[in-house]
């Protein structure tokens, strides 16, 4: 069984910064299953892909978050994380990450950002 937990999200101010960290555990028939994407959801708004790794340590963001958000990892932890720079309030979101194989597509219960002065 897979699970993945996320932490780091509390309240900022606008312009200051958070790093997210997400853990994952378990494994399905003996296959360690690696988050590899940070997605976040506003109220009233769809989930929306924030951040992803690629092969070869490349790396993918939405263009809202360009400049300022990175996503890294620590593979010998199977945990992924997001450091967040020049926070604004429309960053305000829960924060999920996401970990997707052919065993399924696995979602922690997400953290809670809040960008307000």
């Known amino acids: 069984q897979v699970q993945l937990v996320e932490s780091g999200g509390g309240l900022v101010q606008p312009g200051g910064s958070l790093r997210l960290s997400c853990a994952a555990s378990?494994?399905?028939?003996?296959?360690?299953?690696?988050?590899t994407k940070w997605y976040r959801e506003a109220p009233g708004s769809e989930r929306e892909l924030v951040a992803r790794l690629l092969g070869d340590d490349a790396t993918d963001y939405a263009d809202s978050v360009k400049g300022r958000f990175t996503i890294s990892k620590d593979s010998q932890k199977n945990m992924i994380f997001l450091q967040m720079n020049n926070l604004k309030p429309e960053d305000t979101a829960g924060y999920y990450c996401?970990?997707?194989?052919?065993?399924?597509?696995?979602w922690g219960k997400g953290t809670l950002v809040t960008v307000s002065s």
């Open positions: 378990g494994s399905v028939s003996g296959v360690t299953i690696s988050p």
């Open positions: 996401n970990a997707r194989s052919i065993y399924g597509n696995y």
